[in-house]
Structures are given as C-alpha cells and as structure tokens.
C-alpha cells in the first residue's frame, strides 16, 4: 500500500492523540488515536523532539530519521490509515543504529495494527 505522510497541524489534534492509547520502545513513545475529521486516504504522522535532546541540527536529523522509518513501514506493513499517530523521540535515539530504531518501530506498528 502507499500512501502519503501528512503531519497533524491543529493543537487540538495532538491534545486528542495524547488522551489516546500509547506504546513504548527504548527510542520513542508512539501515541495513537482515531480522529474523526481525518481523511482515510492518507496517514497522519506527526514527529516530535523535545529541545532537551539537542540543538536544531540533531532534532531535525532525528526526524528524518523517523520519516524515513514511516516511509518504509507504509511500503512494507499494512497500516491502519484510520489511526492518526504521534511519535515523541527520546533522548538516546539520536545515537542509537538507524536498524535498532527500526526494528523497535516496526514491531510496534505491528502491534497496532
């Protein structure tokens, strides 16, 4: 299946997904809800870093990284596109093997679906 990644863009939308259910790995939190003004066509994944793990260049290398995760996860695992989610980074993800933080996201996402 491919689809595209659209982030979440109102403060309401991330309020909802953080009252909705979540799962932990060693990299980051993944919180996942259904929200019903979304369209079903296309994933809504938003990625966060807090300003404790580093400066600009690291948070945005870390989300890249976990972009390009979700982009291989929508090619490889059925995806449930009525889920919107969102995934908080930790601390050590930034030194972690790009594999580590895959596999742990991949099983997650399968546990969701």
Avoid at 23 to 41: A, D, E, L, R, V
């Amino acid at each position: 299946m491919k689809s595209k990644i659209s982030s979440l863009s109102k403060s309401e939308d991330f309020k909802t997904l953080l009252n909705g259910r979540k799962i932990s790995n060693p990299y980051s939190t993944i919180f996942f809800k259904k929200i019903s003004s979304k369209s079903n066509k296309l994933l809504n994944a938003s990625f966060v870093t807090k300003r404790k793990i580093g400066n600009a260049v690291r948070r945005n290398r870390i989300k890249r990284r976990l972009r390009s995760i979700m982009n291989d996860a929508i090619k490889t695992i059925d995806m449930n596109l009525n889920y919107s989610y969102l995934f908080i980074a930790k601390k050590n993800i930034y030194d972690a093997e790009y594999k580590m933080i895959k596999n742990s996201i991949f099983e997650d996402l399968i546990k969701i679906r």
